[in-house]
């Protein structure tokens, strides 16, 4: 069974530029979150989508968007790009929303590697 | 104050010991805790989950919650190289969100 698919991979970017990624959930999978990783930071938690719905936001600017698909593929886009969005942004997958169901376990993907220059 | 804090570590071990990792969390409303192992340049991968309190185990690993004292622990018997790593705690809070330490480095020495 495949995993998380995140793509691209590794990427850079310019300051003020936009960037979107890619996130193909595990087969079955309906609810797709996103959380940003950097060496200050940590992991934090950006959105969550379930059946083509945004259930859940975590605390960043409006320049971080996503969207769900029919399939539950998701997207995120962020826009105007600065430095500090420079980090690993990993997607994860579940069969249910996250805190909906005991046992719901989360698998992560490799995540996408964002430079910004 | 952040709402899930880990030691960052390295926690340094050697072989066959028992490799303790300890986090706590702000939030009372917390109910489950998770403890995800990530090794460098790798997405996270979860290895024990935890609802209650006491301890549970699964193979070279316990987990152990005190909701009281707002505690949650992983214990790894036997550690060997392979677990050299870094292992995140999360704490699913209000709203449904989960909250992730900033994880602790464990490096296992032959």
């Excluded at chain 2, 790798?42 to 699964?58: F, Q, T």
């Excluded at chain 2, 790894?76 to 809070?93: M, V």
């Excluded at chain 2, 969100?97 to 020495?109: N, P, Q, Y």
Aim: aromatic share 12%; with cysteine.
């Amino acid at each position: 069974k495949a995993g998380v698919t995140q793509t691209p991979r590794y990427l850079i970017k310019t300051r003020g530029q936009q960037v979107t990624l890619s996130c193909s959930p595990i087969s079955g999978h309906r609810s797709v979150s996103w959380y940003q990783q950097t060496p200050g930071q940590g992991l934090q938690f950006l959105f969550e989508y379930f059946s083509e719905t945004q259930r859940n936001k975590g605390n960043f600017p409006g320049r971080f968007s996503g969207r769900q698909f029919s399939n539950s593929r998701s997207e995120m886009n962020v826009s105007t790009l600065e430095l500090g969005d420079s980090a690993l942004y990993l997607c994860a997958s579940s069969l249910m929303p996250t805190g909906t169901v005991s046992g719901n376990t989360i698998y992560f993907g490799e995540g996408s590697w964002l430079t910004v220059v | 104050q952040k709402e899930v804090e880990q030691n960052s570590g390295p926690l340094s071990v050697p072989e066959g010991a028992i490799a303790s990792l300890n986090c706590t969390y702000s939030d009372r409303g917390s109910q489950s805790f998770f403890w995800y192992r990530q090794y460098s340049g790798k997405s996270p991968e979860l290895i024990m989950s935890i609802y209650s309190n006491g301890d549970k185990e699964d193979g070279r690993f316990t987990a152990q919650l005190n909701k009281a004292s707002q505690y949650v622990s992983l214990l790894i018997r036997d550690s060997q190289p392979s677990d050299s790593a870094t292992y995140l705690c999360a704490a699913l809070g209000g709203y449904n969100k989960l909250i992730f330490g900033a994880g602790t480095r464990l490096a296992v020495h032959p």
